[in-house]
């Protein structure tokens, strides 16, 4: 299984909005709305922001949207913030492994 | 609380065994699955597979087949990752992680392992 594929880097000022792209096939961002998104801050480990494609869990905010058309997800961040740099993973499970894999990770640097 | 704890950092030389551990709290541990997740220095995050302690099923990603062994010991709550024989590309952050539905909730703090040569 091969992993997903990012941008390794985005940037953005603050207020801006950013979308990172997450390119899969069709067996598994294409197959399932399974798509999740992680943010990891240096030296801490991953948390999730969004799950199945376009939900947050409580107490993610708002700024972060999820999206997918095809074989493609998005994560778009409005509005952002210094706390927002960090590095963001994007998964998809695998159906007929019940795996998952996860993206190459794209670094966001607020300007 | 609900938490995943695993020890720090773990210092062993080529050819040694480890075992490291994962241990659930606040929850009902053998109902999850427990992944781990492998990052090497300065590189992204890679699924090396997942463990179910209700029933010990194990699913293994195709690139850690055979590298590494996966168990769980439901009675007290602890999942374990295992090499029979490090080597120096071991060396890495081991990450074990909570299968919720189909993604990972809840992430413990890693374990750092190094390996000298």
């Known amino acids: 299984q091969s992993a997903l594929t990012q941008p390794a880097s985005v940037s953005g000022s603050p207020g801006q909005s950013i979308t990172i792209s997450c390119a899969g096939t069709s067996s598994d961002v294409g197959d399932y709305n399974a798509v999740s998104w992680y943010q990891q801050h240096a030296g801490e480990a991953p948390e999730v922001i969004i799950y199945?494609?376009?939900n947050r869990p409580s107490g993610v905010s708002d700024r972060f949207s999820g999206s997918r058309s095809g074989n493609t997800a998005s994560l778009t961040i409005s509005g952002l913030q210094a706390e927002d740099e960090a590095d963001y993973y994007c998964?998809?499970?695998?159906?007929?492994?019940?795996?998952?894999?996860f993206g190459g990770g794209t670094r966001v640097t607020v300007l | 609380e609900v938490q995943l704890v695993q020890p720090g950092a773990e210092v062993k030389k080529s050819g040694e065994s480890l075992k490291i551990s994962c241990k659930g709290s606040g929850y009902r541990f053998i109902n999850y699955w427990i992944a781990w997740v492998r990052q090497m220095p300065g590189k992204g995050l890679e699924l090396m597979g997942m463990?179910?302690?209700?029933?010990?099923?194990?699913r293994y990603s195709p690139s850690f087949q055979g590298q590494v062994t996966m168990s769980a010991d439901k009675s007290t709550s602890i999942a374990y990752l295992q090499w029979s024989s490090l080597k120096a590309s071991d060396t890495g952050m081991y990450y074990c992680?909570?299968?919720?539905?189909?993604?990972?909730?809840?992430w413990g703090r890693g374990t750092l392992v190094t390996v000298s040569s």
């Open positions: 463990i179910y302690s209700g029933d010990s099923d194990t």
């Open positions: 199945d494609v376009n």
């Open positions: 992680a909570r299968r919720y539905g189909r993604y990972f909730d809840l």
């Open positions: 998964s998809s499970y695998i159906s007929s492994s019940a795996l998952s894999v």
